[in-house]
T-cell receptor
Framework: SQQGEEDPQALSIQEGENATMNCSYK?????LQWYRQNSGRGLVHLIL?????REKHSGRLRVTLDTSKKSSSLLITASRAADTASYFC?????????????FGSGTRLQVQP | NAGVTQTPKFQVLKTGQSMTLQCAQD?????MSWYRQDPGMGLRLIHY???????DQGEVPNGYNVSRSTTEDFPLRLLSAAPSQTSVYFC????????????FGEGSWLTVV
């Protein structure tokens, strides 16, 4: 079963605008991670936020985590055409007992030049 | 570093045929896993391994076998291919310690006709 669900499924913005993607999950987690996937490529790790953290920054990326609502958001500021990709949240669940993440269905981001 | 290497990149199979997707990593990671990605869905875990000689099932293991004879290699075998196994397959690896950041291969596109 899918743990993380992203919203929106697709997002189209102009270069320079900010892009916000949301993720909801169902069970308790150790951490939540965001990955990026360019078309036809593998996933690349972007940023990780631990369950005891509320906000984290990395360059133009800002991630928030609300464990009470079981939700996270990824903000990409000042977007560029090169940010066009699919973005996935993934949870490292406390109940899985294994070292494998559970992925959401992703948000397809299109940044128009 | 090569990271996680998957072969083949593309494969067309006839229903009932068998084949093996190869995966190798050169980062000395203990954990390796196989995911499949279908349109509009996130990644679903097929099988995973926490070390040489140890494997276990993920969410969607039916129709697939794995083995882990070395730390570096984690092949995925399709026993009798079915059209429902048409998908993109990703191999991944991670450290046993740390926060479970996963490194992905570039994917294998499999079509079963």
């Amino acid at each position: 079963s899918q743990q993380g669900e992203e919203d929106p499924q697709a997002l189209s913005i102009q270069e320079g605008e900010n892009a916000t993607m949301n993720c909801s999950y169902k069970t308790s987690i150790n951490n939540l991670q965001w990955y990026r996937q360019n078309s036809g490529r593998g996933l690349v790790h972007l940023i990780l936020i631990r369950s005891n953290e509320r906000e984290k920054h990395s360059g133009r990326l800002r991630v928030t985590l609300d464990t009470s609502k079981k939700s996270s958001s990824l903000l990409i500021t000042a977007s560029r055409a090169a940010d066009t990709a699919s973005y996935f949240c993934a949870t490292d669940g406390m109940d899985t007992g294994r070292r494998a993440l559970t992925f959401g269905s992703g948000t397809r981001l299109q940044v128009q030049p | 570093n090569a990271g996680v290497t998957q072969t083949p990149k593309f494969q067309v199979l006839k229903t009932g045929q068998s084949m093996t997707l190869q995966c190798a990593q050169d980062m000395n990671h203990e954990y390796m896993s196989w995911y499949r990605q279908d349109p509009g869905m996130g990644l679903r875990l097929i099988h995973y391994s926490v070390g040489a000689g140890i494997t276990d099932q993920g969410e969607v293991p039916n129709g697939y076998n794995v083995s882990r004879s070395t730390t570096e290699d984690f092949p995925l075998r399709l026993l009798s291919a079915a059209p429902s196994q048409t998908s993109v397959y990703f191999c991944a690896s991670s450290y046993s310690g740390g926060e479970n950041t996963i490194y992905f291969g570039e994917g294998s596109w499999l079509t079963v006709v």
